[in-house]
């Protein structure tokens, strides 16, 4: 690097990744390849433009602008770690920006067949095993962000499930960001392996220190062969000055079904993308998104299903809620392969603004070049009814907690496909928590589930539904 | 108990209500009667609270306060409470959830804390069995998809957990068949006490079968031409609105 000319940000992205390999220990010839390729792929396109229609309504200076450091331990408080880790039975890996933790992690409950390691471990074990597939369905020309990943990627999860393999226990990749001296980056890497009619549930769950201020970019792939059965949920409660961008590509054999739930209510710029291939008969996919912004947040969600053969489904449901100035942004894109016939594919987004200085982009986009198919789609965007609110006033409810119960019953009509109950809660108390303190509703959703408890048990046998 | 004094309201700048007048004590059951666009539903609707009525004179006094200054919810946790004509649907939000609420908001105005589940379950389980509906129902969200039937049984209930004041109920039987109009009735007389009060705003004398009325005024053009007892109600069955319109312009 000339001494008279600034760096370009890619360029100072990449120096970290020479001082690392300065430490790094030597690896195998395959992996210190893909990351010359990567880097070279990556100060090449550089980080994305407004231009680019990809990133049209995302702006990532944030991101290009930032200095971030890498984390050289996995150091937190396990106080804190336990305050901030969700309260369900779980396989759980937890990484601590992007350093895999060892000590809040616990792969105790896995079953025969199915196996739950940090990447380091996979790669230490059976390096070629995992080169095989890491980075099939992702490569460097996905995005910027994921050639970035692959340059950087040392650390993620490898869960691994050999055929009719049942994971009851949900697992969960646990995603801690940490308030330090200078924020810091991670490039994790995800890969999930279903075999044939093997079922699992992975939960990705970032959290951190409410002052946190980090970078993460995690690039995450699932292969679903024939009749696996996969549930995926992303709860994202990252730190408010949080940078995230991810991506999940999942490519489903026949009869496989993949169900995506993704959940944002945190950080500061949110990017998700979500990508199936439905690659034979029987495919299906189900996206169920919830986004929920305040202050100046922004949420971008872009996700894509392709119907590569016939008699293959999906289905999409996301749900967006914003206030102050927050933004979000939906775009969510169906393509339908020629020949790819009786194929059913549905599509919805409906967003509630909150206030008038909200924004939402939403942009459904169907691609179909098929004649004998079943599609449709929807975008919704208002207000809360009014007609609804006086109604509750009118029973004594204040105006903001006739307005904050409204959103939840607006959000709420996602959260009702989650089976992970303890999920459905935390969510449910988030969002309200999270709802402007005077909205003041944590009390009451608290109350009204005990309720709903007292009831069930007070009515016993006696109830018929 | 309510006190209305020479009330005038204008909707979209038309005036509605051109002066009336009406005094409910506790104990008493008034029923308000009027051909369509007398301005019946305009006055439950000025003494709940819902916008696009602009008062531009008289008062409203419950219980010695000034109706008018009090905010929608004030208004319900002082014990005035609307049953509506056509209650509102609202997806997503359980029955549950808003009588609890309701009934909260209305105890925190007083200075009393929460209720008690088990004491909540208890008395809104009693109250359903009354209403002869489902405990099912409380876990469905308010009103949604509901017939006719089960939305104003519904309101009915919600007085009945809320035990308001004064229950205000407009145009409650309409929708109704012969069965659910017993079963609200009976809601609504279980409501009468020597510390309370009912004022109905109907259509037709047939309600008046089941909730016997102690006062019955007739609202003719935005005023109270006329009232009486319940022998009124049954002579305006018979002869119609016609006769009192002459009597009061004579």
């Excluded at chain 1, 890498?70 to 969700?86: E, G, W």
């Excluded at chain 1, 226990?169 to 279903?194: D, K, N």
């Excluded at chain 2, 005035?80 to 359980?94: A, M, R, S, T, W």
């Amino acid at each position: 690097m000339s001494d008279k000319t600034q760096p370009s940000a890619e360029q100072r992205f990449l120096e970290k990744l020479k001082a690392r390999e300065a430490v790094r220990g030597a690896e195998p010839t395959w992996i210190a390849a893909r990351r010359q390729a990567a880097a070279a792929r990556f100060e090449a396109i550089g980080f994305p433009g407004r231009r680019v229609e990809q990133w049209k309504y995302t702006d990532v200076r944030r991101i290009r602008d930032g200095e971030f450091a890498l984390a050289d331990d996995a150091d937190f408080s396990p106080a804190q770690a336990a305050a901030l880790t969700l309260p369900i039975e779980a396989i759980r890996l937890s990484f601590v920006d992007g350093v895999f933790a060892p000590e809040l992690s616990d792969t105790g409950a896995l079953p025969a067949g199915a196996s739950v390691e940090p990447l380091t471990r996979a790669l230490a074990d059976n390096h070629e095993a995992v080169g095989a597939v890491l980075g099939r369905l992702t490569g460097v020309e996905f995005s910027p962000f994921a050639a970035l990943n692959t340059a950087f990627a040392e650390e993620g999860a490898v869960i691994r499930l050999a055929p009719g393999t049942v994971v009851e226990t949900p697992i969960l990749l646990q995603f801690l960001s940490r308030a330090g001296e200078r924020p810091v980056m991670s490039h994790p890497r995800v890969l999930i392996q279903a075999g044939a009619r093997s079922q699992a549930t992975v939960l990705e769950h970032y959290v951190g220190d409410p002052t946190a201020a980090n970078f993460t970019n995690v690039v995450a792939e699932a292969i679903l062969e024939r009749g696996a059965l996969l549930t995926h949920y992303t709860l994202q409660e990252s730190p408010l000055d949080d940078l995230l961008v991810r991506s999940l590509q999942v490519e489903q054999g026949r009869d496989s079904r993949f169900t995506s739930f993704t959940v944002n209510l945190g950080g500061a710029l949110v990017r998700n993308d979500l990508v199936a291939d439905l690659n034979a008969q029987g495919a299906e996919a189900n996206y169920y998104g919830l986004f929920f912004a305040q202050g100046r947040q922004h949420v971008d969600n872009h996700t894509l299903v392709n119907h590569n053969a016939p008699l293959t489904f999906s289905n999409e449901n996301y749900k967006g809620v914003l206030d102050d100035r927050a933004r979000g942004v939906f775009n969510g894109k169906v393509v339908v392969k020629r020949d790819s016939q009786q194929i059913e594919a549905h599509q919805s987004n409906a967003n509630l603004l909150l206030s008038d200085r909200a924004e939402i982009d939403t942009k459904p986009e169907l691609e179909i070049y098929a004649d004998d198919v079943k599609c449709s789609h929807g975008a919704t965007t208002g207000q809360l009814d009014e007609d609804a609110v006086f109604a509750l006033r009118a029973r004594g409810i204040d105006a903001q907690t006739a307005r904050g119960l409204l959103t939840l019953a607006f959000a709420g009509e996602v959260m009702e496909k989650v089976e992970l109950d303890a999920v459905a809660e935390r969510v449910e108390l988030t969002v309200a928590g999270k709802l402007p303190e005077r909205f003041n509703l944590g009390g009451l959703v608290e109350a009204a589930l005990l309720d709903e408890q007292a009831f069930e048990e007070a009515s016993g046998h006696d109830r018929n539904d | 108990m309510l006190e209305v004094k020479d009330l005038h309201v204008s909707v979209d700048g038309k005036e509605i209500l051109k002066g009336l007048s009406l005094t409910v004590n506790a104990g008493e059951v008034h029923a308000i009667m009027g051909p369509n666009g007398a301005g019946k539903s305009t006055l439950s609707s000025v003494i709940a609270g819902k916008d696009g009525y602009e008062v531009t004179a008289g008062s409203i006094t419950f219980e010695g306060r000034d109706v008018l200054e009090m905010e929608i919810e004030e208004r319900a946790r002082a014990g005035l409470l609307l049953g509506f004509q056509y209650p509102v649907e609202i997806p997503g939000v359980k029955n549950i959830y808003l009588l609890k609420a309701a009934l909260n908001a209305q105890r925190a105005a007083r200075g009393e804390g929460e209720v008690p589940a088990p004491e909540f379950m208890k008395r809104v389980k009693e109250k359903l069995a009354f209403m002869k509906m489902d405990p099912s129902f409380l876990q469905r969200a308010v009103n949604e998809g509901f017939s006719g039937g089960e939305k104003k049984r519904n309101e009915i209930l919600q007085m009945l957990v809320l035990e308001p004041r004064l229950a205000m109920l407009d145009e409650i039987d309409s929708g109704l068949d012969i069965d659910a109009l017993k079963v609200v009735a009976e809601g609504v007389n279980s409501l009468r006490s020597e510390e309370r009060a009912v004022l109905m705003v109907t259509h037709y004398q047939r309600l008046l079968d089941y909730i016997v009325p102690d006062k019955v005024h007739v609202l003719l053009d935005g005023r109270i031409v006329k009232s009486g007892d319940k022998d009124l109600a049954l002579e305006l069955e018979s002869r119609g609105y016609e006769w009192v319109q002459e009597e009061s312009a004579a």
